[in-house]
Every structure is written in C-alpha cells, then in structure tokens.
C-alpha cells in the first residue's frame, strides 16, 4: 500500500497542474472535481471510477460515455453497459493479447461479461465460444456483445466447465458478487456442466485457441482432458490459482512449449498467474 502511495504522489507531482491541489481532492473522496494535467488537459472526476481510470494512467484509453464504457483498443472502440469489476489489465497489459488468434476459433472459459471475447474479436478471431457460469454475468455480457454487434461471431453458454458432464448449483447474488458452486445448495440454480469434448465436437476445425480464467477449474479440466483434445489447440493461455507444475507436466508432455507470464504468492499461501502453452 505504501508504494502504491508513493507511485500515486510521483504521477501526480510530474503529471498535473497544481499537484498539491490534486492530491488533496483525490484523499478527500469529495466528487465531483477537476484535475488539469501540465499538457492543460482537463480531467473530470464524477466518482471513483473516473479517479481510478487516471491513477491507472488509462484516460487516454478509457472514457465514459452516456452511461457506457468505451474502451479504445486496437484501433476499436469496445462500449460495456455493464463493466463494474472488469479487468481493465486485460487490455493494457497484453496477458491477452499474447494469445495468436487472427482467423481462429477462441474457446473462451471464463468469459465474465464479455470484456475478454470481445477483446478477442478486436484481434481478429473469427469465432468466440465463450463460458460464463453466472446467470447474471451471463445476462450482462449478452447485451454488452449485442451493443458492439458481436452477436453473430460470439456465442455465449451459460455453462461451466468441467471434466464430466453433469450440473451445478449455483448462488445467484442480486449484488453481482463472485458465484459460489457447490453441490448440496438449496433453492439456487442449476447450470449444466459440460466439457472441452463437447464444446469441439461441434466443429472440425483444428487450429482453436483456449483462454481458462475459470477459479480451479483449469486443473481438473487440463490434467483429465485427452490427448486428441488439448492436440486441437494451437495455443492455452491458463490463468492459475493453486500453482501450475501439474499442469506444465501434462502440457510438456503432450509436446507443447510452456512460458510463465507471471506469478505471485497469494495471502492464501498459493502461487497464482498466467503460463501459456503453445
């Protein structure tokens, strides 16, 4: 927290007019208010979200816009009507990007509300088949693609995935909080299960790219897939959660490359980050 103060202050000395005035409304949380950068211009800040943009030094990248984010991108301009808690590192960081998939088919797990799909598709890819297991977020990320017109080449499942087949039960929260699964709640929803097998038997093709940001899915899913499965991907971006050695073995073993993207020790006591296969 500390350096994050520290990073704050240095930005804001360097980068705005008036840079004690500046940092004196951003501890005050008192909205709305100006900031001016040395290059005059001028910054509204309506509410957290706008301060959190510029501390990201993002607001030349995202704005807001009648309600709507719009997320500049690869010569794109991606709009979200729903886009609290997105990740906005997905699309400055390049952790995505660093998946080829120009003219293929991205297998998407985890796809939240749309933020990563259409990311995907401002790359190029010809098709995403994108899982989202909350009924909420799926609701959300169906109208975000329909806003950018993607709903021809993004095909959302309300579904989670699995080694086996079967159902969840899932906690439906009004707030929009994380989902919960478990197999014992009562009066919750029942999302199908489905795994990487069905999702590829529907096409013939065998050049797909596999994004997984799925909270622990991506073990029981990489290590009990088939060989002639994972062989069907070109490319696996998997975000970890509980370390990564089991799946690098598998993947090394099936012949692919691994390069770990990042890596970090969690409060929890896991390694966490992104490897990807290829």
Known sequence: KFVWYFNTIFYVVFNFKNPFYSIKKIKNHIYPYQLIKKNQTILEINEKKDLSIVLKKLDNIVHFEDNLMIINFNKKQ??????????LDIFYQNIYSKLSVKNKIVIDIGGYVGDSALLYRALGSKKIIMLEPHPKFFEFALENIALNDESSNIEVVNAGLSNIRGNFKISYKNSGDPLYLSENQQNDMEIPQITLEDILS????????????????????LLNSSEETLKKFDTILVEFHSGFLNICEKLKFLGFNIKILNCKYTPKKKHRGHLIAF
Not at 78 to 87: G, M, R, V
């Open 78 to 87: 991606l709009k979200f009507k729903y886009y609290d808690n997105i990740e």
């Open 202 to 221: 529907k096409y013939t093709d065998c050049n797909f790219v596999l994004k997984m940001d799925c909270e622990g899915c991506e073990y029981d899913v």
